[in-house]
T-cell receptor, first 114, second 114 residues
Framework: EAEVAQSPRYKITEKSQAVAFWCDPISGHATLYWYRQILGQGPELLVQFQDESVVDDSQLPKDRFSAERLKGVDSTLKIQPAELGDSAMYLC????????????FGQGTRLTVV | GDSVTQMEGPVTLSEEAFLTINCTYTATGYPSLFWYVQYPGEGLQLLLKATKADDKGSNKGFEATYRKETTSFHLEKGSVQVSDSAVYFCAPLISSGSARQLTFGSGTQLTVLP
């Protein structure tokens, strides 16, 4: 069964360091999402790609966060510099083209900033 | 703006009890509606979905009916099991500009006791 792959599963980094997360969506899925989930809350969208283009990054803190999906396949989310408040689960999801299709989520990357 | 309101938890039930988790949403038009489940330390898994009014989504004994009159999508299960203990998220697929995104509620923590 096809899955969304994310790495690493866990990451501990020091405040002010750079950190990066990687996501490989289900093959053929044009839409890719990055969500942030703070403990005890629901996921919040950070950025959405359609193929290689960003279609929504309105909630991405652009002073420190960046995201790319250069060839329209896998994607990288970067934080530089990391802050204590960035500690959260970072979830990647993908979906196929279509107006009513569901998104499939990866296992997530648990980030702890110390 | 578009949003989703989910019954607050935590909810604690005994095994074989009846479960209802309420979900209402505000959105333009008639979005597809989803319930996702999240087990500790894991990503989100699609539980069920409904794409148009009066549709009933079902999976693993869980059901939810798309009620456009009340803009609701309540989750039900007739007899819960210990293995159903998890966090449940209601998520309409809402249009945002040219994009369509899952918008999550705060989640409802369910604990089922033997």
């Amino acid at each position: 069964e096809a899955e969304v792959a994310q790495s690493p599963r866990y990451k501990i980094t020091e405040k002010s360091q750079a950190v990066a997360f990687w996501c490989d969506p289900i093959s053929g899925h044009a839409t890719l999402y990055w969500y942030r989930q703070i403990l005890g809350q629901g996921p919040e969208l950070l950025v959405q790609f359609q193929d290689e283009s960003v279609v929504d990054d309105s909630q991405l803190p652009k002073d420190r966060f960046s995201a790319e999906r250069l060839k329209g396949v896998d994607s990288t989310l970067k934080i530089q510099p990391a802050e204590l408040g960035d500690s959260a689960m970072y979830l990647c999801a993908s979906s196929s083209r279509g107006m009513r299709t569901e998104a499939f989520f990866g296992q997530g990357t648990r980030l702890t900033v110390v | 703006g578009d949003s989703v309101t989910q019954m607050e938890g935590p909810v604690t039930l005994s095994e074989e009890a009846f479960l209802t988790i309420n979900c209402t949403y505000t959105a333009t038009g008639y979005p597809s509606l989803f319930w996702y489940v999240q087990y500790p330390g894991e990503g989100l898994q699609l539980l069920l979905k409904a794409t148009k009014a009066d549709d009933k989504g079902s999976n693993k004994g869980f059901e939810a009916t798309y009620r456009k009159e009340t803009t609701s999508f309540h989750l039900e299960k007739g007899s819960v099991q210990v293995s159903d203990s998890a966090v449940y998220f209601c998520a309409p697929l809402i249009s945002s500009g040219s994009a369509r995104q899952l918008t999550f509620g705060s989640g409802t923590q369910l604990t089922v006791l033997p």
